[in-house]
Structure formats: C-alpha cells, structure tokens
C-alpha cells in the first residue's frame, strides 16, 4: 500500500512538470507569433499549428485567444516591469541603485532571446498593442508605474535627509530624470541591436547622474 502511493505521487509529480513545460511551450510560442505580427493578426488556429499540439491539448490550458494573450502579457512584460522596491536597501541610494541595475539586467537576461533576434521594435510594439488592446492591462501598469515612482521618490528624500545627496533639484525631478533616462537607451537599443552596448549605457548613465547629483 505504501509503495503503491508512492508510486501514485510520483505520477502526479511527473503529469504536474509535463503540464508546467507544455503551458509555457504555449505561451512562449504564442508570445513569438505575437511578436512577428500582432494580437490582431495572430489567428488561433496559427498558435496551435506552431505548438505542434491537438485542439484538445491546447484547449486543455486556454480556452479563448484573450486568455492566452493576457497570460503572455503576464509572464512577459507585466511580470518583467513589476519591482518589488519595497525590499531594495533604504539606507543607501547607491546600493539602491545597484539592485535596481542588476534588477534590470535579470530582466533582459530573460527576453534576450526575442530581443537579439531583432524583435526589440517589435517589443515595443507589443508593450503598446497591450495597453490598448486591454484597458485593465493600462490600468496594471499604471499602477505598477506610480509604485516605481513613490520608491524612488522615498530612497531620494532618504538620500537627501542623511546628505548621501546634496543637490536642491526637486525630489520629484530627480525620481522622474532615474526612470526616464534608460528609455533613450533602449531607443538606440532597438536601431543597433547591441545588448551589452544598452545595459553599459544605463549603468553609466545613472552612476553618473548619481556623483553629479552627491556633489
């Protein structure tokens, strides 16, 4: 009797990894499709072709078009802009800003693969086809984005308060000049395509704004 439940939770372990692989397989070709066309053209029956499975098979995980777009707006752009800042160190604005760069090139490390392939207009395209495909998607990065906000707009007074940081520009413009900066980077991201040549122009771009910013 013991071996035989053993037996059994082993089969459940084995169906639960073959039902984890074969959602992602899913929603990692539906995000490609997605990517080299867009939600509007992508058809139903194009993702189940290119996932090689049965109508059965890939109705068993999602149901609708909708459903699988939202999921992969999940697992590819929301759950990769979302920051837990709450946990980056308050004592030091540097240290923050270093979790926050490493953060960031976690963050590319997982989608350097679509990138370099020379999707990373495409991304872009997606990021926006998204919020206006799906207003509560807007609304989800709407508020991922104030929450990016009140954290550095925090870590910035901390840094003012123990004198880490002895600009008088206000804290709010500064918040604002962190967030913004990278996105003329990844501009010129998109036109070269140099990955390494993006993550070093943030990097170098924050560090220096930040010894202009402690004198």
């Given at each position: ?8 939770i082993f089969?459940e ?9 074969t959602?992602e397989?899913?929603i ?7 990517l ?11 993702i189940?072709?290119a996932t090689?499975l ?10 609708s078009?909708?459903q699988l777009f939202k999921e992969?707006?999940e697992?590819?752009?929301?759950r990769?802009v ?9 004592d ?6 270093q979790d926050?760069?490493?953060?960031a090139?976690e963050?590319h ?8 392939t020379g ?6 395209l ?6 206006g495909?799906?207003p ?8 991922i984005?104030?929450m990016?906000f ?14 880490e940081?002895?600009?008088e520009?206000?804290?709010e413009?500064?918040a ?17 395509k140099?990955?390494?040549k993006?993550k070093?122009s ?8 930040y ?5």
């Amino acid at each position: 009797m013991h071996s035989k439940n053993i037996f059994f939770i082993f089969a459940e372990y084995l169906l639960c990894l073959y039902m984890k692989d074969t959602k992602e397989h899913i929603i990692k070709t539906a995000f490609l499709l997605f990517l080299q066309k867009s939600y509007k053209a992508v058809t139903l029956k194009d993702i189940i072709s290119a996932t090689g499975l049965s109508n059965g098979a890939f109705y068993h995980y999602f149901e609708s078009k909708e459903q699988l777009f939202k999921e992969v707006v999940e697992t590819y752009f929301l759950r990769l802009v979302r920051r837990i800042y709450e946990y980056y160190p308050k004592d030091s604005f540097w240290d923050f800003i270093q979790d926050t760069l490493n953060d960031a090139e976690e963050v590319h490390k997982q989608i350097d693969e679509f990138l370099m392939t020379g999707s990373g207009y495409n991304y872009l395209l997606f990021m926006f086809e998204t919020m206006g495909q799906f207003p509560e998607m807007h609304i989800e990065i709407n508020r991922i984005h104030k929450m990016e906000f009140a954290a550095w707009v925090e870590i910035i007074d901390i840094a003012k308060a123990k004198g880490e940081i002895k600009s008088e520009l206000p804290t709010e413009l500064i918040a604002r000049m962190f967030i913004y900066m990278p996105d003329g980077s990844y501009l010129d991201f998109i036109l070269d395509k140099n990955l390494t040549k993006y993550k070093l122009s943030h990097r170098r771009l924050w560090e220096g704004l930040y010894n202009t910013l402690k004198t």
